[in-house]
């Protein structure tokens, strides 16, 4: 594909600077018509080394309110990001609603200067290229415009490009060895960037190939490429707006969970005092030293709590971090969104929080509020929590596969456990703060929520991200039986890691 491209093209200096006037007025407008909207835009350059691209941003943000705009260079990973998953920085860096950011390079390093240098296995190019999928399109379905160019030049364009760096003082450390290599082995690099453009391009994110030879012709085209996307992409929201105007009334869910998981809960299940309190001691002093095995083999651990008002989280919380050292993990309460979440994708506040290689990060309630509170509540629209299903198991499996533990808790009880809590609060003055006039206007919505939490548990447990449904209506046996499904959830991943490292070795 690429070696057909004609980079001979060319524009003259008269008809370029006429264009540019005009397109770079219309781009200021734009921008301010996509904060007026609420769009976030991402604009990513890649390409060829000596493409232009750092030329090629400045050329382009030239036209724009430099207060709506920040530019990100993707260089190698930090030793803070090489602990986390690889997609990791750049979900934290996703543009707020009306803002845009701009990306010299991008997520695509692992499947293409990574892929090239060996970094990137091929047995985990499938899932990286996956993963790269998923994370487009979940921004996408959150309103994200993507707009993606490609900078190509030739082997001969790039050679002379990168000779001329190279005699120059101040310019010579932008040439690395490991530059000149991939122009010595031209062919194969760009066999590796054809395969990520066939595999990525998307019609909602489709790529532009650039030709930028000619420094000026580039430079038109990635204008008119990023103001034509962006009056579609503001027709299209204006439509979109007009249409949800007019639709229907929200559907009412079906009862098709209603008799589902949690009818088959058995919460009878207790244990003794004694028995307690001798388990639970056993379990949290083997947790103790797993925690150092998990840092010292670099596993990170996911742990989510959800479940009924007063069913437990808290205490189950406190046993289970109680042995552990403070320095290693951190507990999330998860609240309403502020006002800065509000305005990115909805997961983008629990990336903030993906713990690094070792590490463990506990979540007193998660993402699955998606599909809970704010679909009951009303809180987004049905098609967001349909689509929040498959965007939740996809971030799942990118922490699995970046090697995490994920762990995620229902803790169950029965609506009259529930009153009987709720009650014991109130007449608790060390406990009152605890209950709210929302705690019990929810006990009224009962059913719904089961419905919800129903279909959640089907729809999203998964091998590498499992559901674990807990007896909640005896706090002991709830608290133990948390404590161990961790406890053996870690034993058998660092059996795991040991493995594979044994194999390796040989």
């Known amino acids: 594909?690429?070696?057909?491209?004609?980079?001979?093209?060319?524009?003259?200096?008269?008809?370029?600077?006429?264009?540019?006037?005009e397109m770079e007025a219309k781009l200021g407008l734009l921008q301010r018509q996509c904060k007026e909207a609420g769009i976030p835009v991402i604009i990513l350059f890649e390409g060829m080394g000596a493409a232009g691209k750092g030329v090629q941003i400045n050329r382009l943000i030239q036209a724009m309110d430099p207060r709506g705009f920040s530019v990100f260079a993707s260089n190698r990973p930090t030793e803070e990001e090489q602990l986390r998953p690889f997609l990791w920085r750049y979900w934290t860096k996703t543009p707020a609603k009306g803002r845009t950011a701009i990306f010299d390079r991008s997520w695509y390093r692992s499947v293409q200067v990574d892929r090239f240098d060996g970094l990137t296995k091929e047995t985990e190019l499938e899932k990286a290229f996956q993963d790269i999928l998923s994370f487009e399109k979940q921004l996408i379905d959150g309103g994200t415009v993507i707009i993606k160019l490609f900078l190509h030049i030739s082997k001969e364009e790039q050679k002379k490009r990168f000779k001329k760096l190279a005699d120059s003082k101040e310019t010579a450390w932008r040439v690395s060895d490991a530059d000149w290599h991939r122009n010595k082995e031209y062919n194969?690099?760009?066999?590796?960037?054809?395969?990520?453009?066939?595999?990525?391009?998307?019609?909602?994110?489709?790529?532009?190939?650039?030709?930028?030879?000619?420094?000026?012709?580039?430079?038109?085209?990635?204008?008119?490429?990023?103001?034509?996307?962006?009056?579609?992409?503001?027709?299209?929201?204006?439509?979109?707006?007009?249409?949800?105007?007019?639709?229907?009334?929200?559907?009412?869910?079906?009862?098709?969970?209603?008799?589902?998981?949690?009818?088959?809960?058995?919460?009878?299940?207790?244990?003794?005092?004694?028995?307690?309190?001798?388990?639970?001691?056993?379990?949290q002093k083997r947790l103790e030293i797993l925690h150092s095995e998990i840092y010292r083999l670099r596993i990170p651990v996911v742990i989510g709590f959800e479940g009924w008002d007063a069913g437990g989280k808290g205490g189950a919380i406190k046993r289970l971090t109680s042995h552990l050292d403070p320095r290693g993990y951190q507990v999330?309460?998860?609240?309403?969104?502020?006002?800065?979440?509000?305005?990115?994708?909805?997961?983008?506040?629990?990336?903030?929080?993906?713990?690094?290689?070792?590490?463990?990060?506990?979540?007193?309630?998660?993402?699955?509020?998606?599909?809970?509170?704010?679909?009951?509540?009303?809180?987004?629209?049905?098609?967001?929590?349909?689509?929040?299903?498959?965007?939740?198991?996809?971030?799942?499996?990118?922490?699995?596969?970046?090697?995490?533990?994920?762990?995620?808790?229902?803790?169950?009880?029965?609506?009259?456990?529930?009153?009987?809590?709720?009650?014991?609060?109130?007449?608790?003055?060390?406990?009152?703060?605890?209950?709210?006039?929302?705690?019990?206007?929810?006990?009224?919505?009962?059913?719904?929520?089961?419905?919800?939490?129903?279909e959640m548990l089907v729809r999203t447990s998964t091998t590498y991200a499992p559901w674990i449904v807990v007896e909640g209506n005896d706090k002991h046996y709830a608290r133990v039986k948390v404590v161990r499904t961790v406890v053996e959830a870690l034993e058998a991943r660092i059996k795991e890691v040991k493995k594979a490292q044994k194999k390796e070795e040989k």
């Open 188 to 283: 194969e690099y760009l066999r590796i960037n054809e395969e990520m453009l066939e595999r990525t391009d998307t019609e909602s994110a489709p790529w532009t190939i650039i030709e930028a030879t000619d420094k000026n012709y580039c430079a038109m085209k990635i204008m008119s490429t990023v103001t034509s996307r962006l009056e579609y992409e503001l027709e299209q929201a204006k439509a979109a707006k007009e249409a949800k105007k007019n639709a229907a009334p929200r559907t009412v869910p079906t009862d098709k969970y209603k008799n589902g998981v949690l009818s088959g809960v058995d919460l009878t299940k207790s244990i003794s005092p004694k028995d307690y309190k001798k388990e639970l001691d056993e379990l």
């Open 1 to 21: 594909m690429l070696e057909k491209i004609d980079l001979s093209v060319t524009v003259e200096k008269e008809a370029y600077r006429a264009a540019m006037e």
């Open 332 to 454: 999330n309460p998860t609240a309403a969104p502020n006002d800065i979440e509000k305005v990115h994708h909805y997961l983008w506040r629990f990336w903030n929080n993906c713990p690094k290689a070792g590490h463990v990060a506990i979540f007193d309630r998660t993402w699955y509020g998606r599909v809970m509170v704010e679909r009951i509540e009303g809180f987004c629209s049905e098609a967001d929590w349909k689509r929040a299903y498959q965007e939740i198991n996809e971030m799942e499996a990118h922490m699995a596969n970046a090697g995490a533990v994920v762990l995620k808790f229902w803790l169950h009880i029965d609506k009259e456990e529930q009153e009987r809590r709720f009650k014991e609060r109130m007449a608790n003055p060390a406990k009152q703060w605890k209950i709210t006039d929302e705690d019990w206007r929810n006990r009224e919505k009962w059913d719904l929520y089961e419905e919800a939490v129903n």
